[in-house]
């Protein structure tokens, strides 16, 4: 036999050995694929569909964005740890301006996806199988066709040497195989259960490319522009200070139904700040187009001057369509033994004063989000339903017996001072759990040691919003240090449990299992580097989880979340406090904008009725 003949019928082999694996995992089930997928409510969108609701598909292109990034950026890799990466290599997301994504996300119904880089997507009834055909035509910048072999690459290399977060969240992943030029198909392990959220986790990881990360170490940061395959590329940098996307010109993907009437400007440039108030003022001169507003102050204060009092330029609270969660609560570090004891954690609870806090550091702007799911229907509210009650039951007198008898109804406080029924309260706790003021100090009765914590911030914001807690707990004889340590340091604290009290935001998505297994699971706080970074190690919790990610209905889905939301609420392993009422928008009106639009970088469009420099010019000299 020829050797050529050897390679076409070792071809044939190993295709034929991956179609009997196709075979055995699909079962019955036929691939058949769609133009998107969903999850419990049906697609908006029809296969025939042109493009989304909430974009102009005839927007003008041309002229810039100048948008901000807080901080700095070393590495144009965004799949590690390591580093900080520039704007436009984000793994997920919005961000990922320089790759395609298989997947693309409607934000006007909560779980569709259609599809950007997949033109079709097929989903076994069991989730345990899915699989992806890549469109015809995508390809990289550098006219190499995109592939299967590509996605195969990506997902292999994300399993194996990725950032610890990504890891965990693809951890369930079993066999990712290629099954024709175009086709992969995805199948779970043999010991995961199926899992909705894993779907839609894979499709939104930007797709990287096989034949340029041949001869180059994909696990080191780099500060060589990679090669991508989305609607930007990288243009002009100075590393920490700017970067310059710029749109490419034959895009594949332009025409593309979720793509169309977006990136619509020709480049896009981020300059890097490290200063919040050096940040308001650059924009204030018209050297910034567009920002969040991230101080609460600043919000209320800092925009009255000439432009913004002739309507050049905006200030626009957007409401939030998603769920918020809890945005910077106190956590506990559960490994440490004082905090094991659910007392301590609602006298400590008690302590704390949202109203005081969000009225004299905050203006008042934010809401009080009672609930790991605020801003959603996830949330619990009132006494438990019987869909609810069921999955609790067996779980009553592991669990708080206030989750099956109570509401939870959050600290209500004046808004005023010191609450004395609170502290009075607080105090009763601490002496059930074993501790009591002596000469002014709280400390353990049997070892007579003073009651400590020691809190770490990533950032000052965090200290000054915590400052009245800690307060309170130094007036009922706690001592307490704190300290804001610069990003990595902070991140090497959390994920080594070398802390007693800190902040993390919990700000879950709508399809969120694979966020909850890694943020509370129990298997996540033994894991190195893992997110659960309170340690919460409670069965009835993981149970939750597993109902969350199980239910296959709506109404179970709700009741999981719920069932959980009370569990995780009435042991106070978080100080619930602020719940934003939505996203604070500052931007010159320069811009043309769809009813309902998503972020401006992605659909808003330049135009020619804004000032331009005459509105500048005139802004300079008000």
């Given at each position: 036999?020829?050797?050529?003949?050897?390679?076409?019928?070792?071809?044939?082999?190993?295709?034929?050995?991956?179609?009997?694996?196709?075979?055995?995992?699909?079962?019955?089930?036929?691939?058949?694929?769609?133009?998107g997928?969903?999850?419990?409510?049906?697609?908006?969108?029809?296969?025939?569909?042109?493009?989304?609701?909430?974009?102009?598909?005839?927007?003008?292109?041309?002229?810039?964005?100048?948008?901000?990034?807080?901080?700095?950026?070393?590495?144009?890799?965004?799949?590690?740890?390591?580093?900080?990466?520039?704007?436009?290599?984000?793994?997920?997301?919005?961000?990922?301006?320089?790759?395609?994504?298989?997947?693309?996300?409607?934000?006007?119904?909560?779980?569709?996806?259609?599809?950007?880089?997949?033109s079709?997507?097929?989903?076994?009834?069991?989730?345990?199988?899915?699989?992806?055909?890549?469109?015809?035509?995508?390809?990289?910048?550098?006219?190499?066709?995109?592939?299967?072999?590509?996605?195969?690459?990506?997902?292999?290399?994300?399993?194996?040497?990725a950032?610890?977060g990504?890891?965990?969240?693809?951890?369930?992943?079993?066999?990712?195989?290629?099954i024709?030029?175009?086709?992969?198909?995805?199948?779970?392990?043999?010991?995961?259960?199926?899992?909705?959220?894993?779907?839609?986790?894979?499709?939104?990881y930007?797709?990287?490319?096989?034949?340029?990360?041949?001869?180059?170490?994909?696990?080191?940061?780099?500060?060589?522009?990679?090669?991508?395959?989305?609607?930007?590329?990288?243009?002009?940098?100075?590393?920490?200070?700017?970067?310059?996307?710029?749109?490419?010109?034959?895009?594949?993907?332009?025409?593309?139904?979720?793509?169309?009437?977006?990136?619509?400007?020709?480049?896009?440039?981020?300059?890097?700040?490290?200063?919040?108030?050096?940040?308001?003022?650059?924009?204030?001169?018209?050297?910034?187009?567009v920002?969040?507003?991230?101080?609460?102050?600043?919000?209320?204060?800092?925009?009255?001057?000439?432009?913004?009092?002739?309507?050049?330029?905006?200030?626009?609270?957007?409401?939030?369509?998603?769920?918020?969660?809890?945005?910077?609560?106190?956590?506990?570090?559960?490994?440490?033994?004082?905090?094991?004891?659910?007392?301590?954690?609602?006298?400590?609870?008690?302590?704390?004063?949202?109203?005081?806090?969000?009225?004299?550091?905050?203006?008042?702007?934010?809401?009080?989000?009672?609930?790991?799911?605020?801003?959603?229907?996830?949330?619990?509210?009132?006494?438990?339903?019987?869909?609810?009650?069921?999955?609790?039951?067996?779980?009553?007198?592991?669990?708080?017996?206030?989750?099956?008898?109570?509401?939870?109804?959050?600290?209500?406080?004046?808004?005023?001072?010191?609450?004395?029924?609170?502290?009075?309260r607080?105090l009763?706790?601490?002496?059930?759990?074993?501790?009591?003021?002596?000469?002014?100090?709280?400390?353990?009765?049997?070892?007579?040691?003073?009651?400590?914590?020691?809190?770490?911030?990533?950032?000052?914001?965090?200290?000054?919003q915590?400052?009245?807690?800690?307060?309170?707990?130094?007036?009922v004889?706690?001592?307490?240090?704190?300290?804001?340590?610069?990003?990595?340091?902070?991140?090497?604290?959390?994920?080594?449990?070398?802390?007693?009290?800190?902040?993390?935001?919990?700000?879950?998505?709508?399809?969120?299992?694979?966020?909850?297994?890694?943020?509370?699971?129990?298997?996540?706080?033994?894991?190195?580097?893992?997110?659960?970074?309170?340690?919460?190690?409670?069965?009835?919790?993981?149970?939750?989880?597993?109902?969350?990610?199980?239910?296959?209905?709506?109404?179970?889905?709700l009741?999981?979340?719920?069932?959980?939301?009370?569990?995780?609420?009435?042991?106070?392993?978080?100080?619930?406090?602020?719940?934003?009422?939505?996203?604070?928008?500052?931007?010159?009106?320069?811009?043309?904008?769809?009813?309902?639009?998503?972020?401006l970088?992605?659909?808003?469009?330049?135009?020619?009725?804004?000032?331009?420099?005459?509105?500048?010019a005139?802004?300079?000299?008000?």
């Open positions: 036999m020829r050797a050529s003949d050897a390679a076409i019928a070792g071809w044939r082999r190993w295709l034929g050995v991956v179609w009997c694996l196709a075979a055995l995992v699909v079962g019955a089930e036929e691939i058949e694929y769609r133009h997928t969903s999850y419990l409510e049906p697609l908006k969108y029809p296969a025939d569909f042109q493009h989304f609701d909430y974009v102009e598909p005839n927007a003008p292109k041309g002229g810039t964005l100048r948008a901000t990034q807080m901080g700095t950026f070393d590495s144009f890799n965004g799949i590690l740890d390591k580093g900080r990466v520039a704007r436009g290599f984000e793994r997920l997301g919005e961000g990922a301006l320089i790759y395609d994504r298989l997947l693309e996300p409607a934000i006007d119904e909560p779980t569709g996806h259609y599809g950007r880089l997949a079709g997507v097929w989903v076994s009834d069991d989730y345990r199988a899915f699989a992806f055909r890549i469109r015809e035509g995508a390809r990289w910048h550098d006219g190499e066709p995109l592939t299967a072999a590509d996605v195969v690459f990506t997902f292999r290399t994300l399993k194996d040497k950032a610890v990504v890891r965990t969240a693809l951890m369930e992943l079993g066999s990712i195989e290629r024709s030029d175009d086709e992969v198909l995805f199948t779970t392990r043999p010991e995961a259960s199926g899992n909705p959220d894993l779907v839609f986790a894979v499709a939104s930007s797709i990287l490319p096989e034949h340029y990360w041949a001869d180059r170490d994909i696990t080191k940061t780099t500060v060589e522009p990679p090669l991508g395959s989305g609607p930007y590329r990288i243009g002009e940098f100075e590393f920490g200070r700017n970067i310059t996307l710029e749109r490419v010109g034959d895009y594949w993907g332009a025409d593309v139904p979720v793509n169309r009437g977006r990136y619509n400007f020709d480049h896009v440039k981020y300059d890097y700040f490290r200063d919040e108030s050096v940040m308001l003022e650059s924009h204030k001169g018209d050297v910034i187009d920002r969040t507003e991230t101080v609460s102050k600043n919000w209320m204060t800092a925009y009255g001057f000439p432009a913004v009092r002739e309507g050049y330029f905006k200030r626009e609270l957007i409401h939030l369509s998603r769920p918020w969660g809890l945005w910077a609560p106190v956590m506990w570090n559960l490994d440490s033994p004082k905090f094991q004891d659910v007392r301590v954690r609602e006298a400590l609870w008690l302590l704390s004063e949202f109203r005081q806090t969000n009225r004299m550091l905050m203006y008042g702007f934010y809401n009080y989000a009672k609930s790991y799911f605020y801003n959603s229907p996830m949330a619990s509210e009132g006494l438990p339903s019987a869909k609810e009650l069921a999955l609790l039951e067996p779980w009553r007198g592991q669990i708080p017996e206030r989750v099956f008898t109570e509401a939870w109804l959050g600290n209500e406080t004046s808004g005023y001072g010191f609450n004395r029924e609170n502290v009075a607080a009763e706790l601490f002496r059930e759990a074993g501790y009591e003021m002596r000469d002014g100090v709280m400390v353990n009765v049997e070892t007579e040691q003073p009651f400590t914590v020691d809190f770490v911030f990533g950032s000052p914001f965090g200290l000054r915590e400052t009245p807690l800690m307060n309170a707990m130094n007036r004889g706690i001592a307490t240090t704190a300290r804001v340590l610069e990003t990595s340091n902070w991140l090497y604290r959390m994920r080594s449990g070398t802390f007693e009290g800190g902040q993390i935001s919990f700000v879950p998505n709508n399809i969120p299992g694979i966020m909850l297994r890694n943020r509370l699971g129990s298997e996540s706080a033994d894991s190195p580097g893992g997110q659960n970074w309170n340690r919460i190690r409670n069965p009835a919790v993981d149970a939750m989880i597993d109902h969350v990610m199980a239910a296959r209905n709506l109404d179970d889905f009741a999981a979340t719920r069932a959980l939301d009370r569990i995780l609420l009435w042991n106070f392993y978080y100080i619930p406090g602020l719940g934003a009422p939505g996203y604070r928008l500052v931007y010159w009106d320069r811009f043309g904008q769809p009813e309902n639009p998503p972020p970088d992605s659909a808003a469009w330049l135009d020619p009725r804004g000032g331009g420099e005459a509105q500048a005139r802004v300079r000299k008000g």
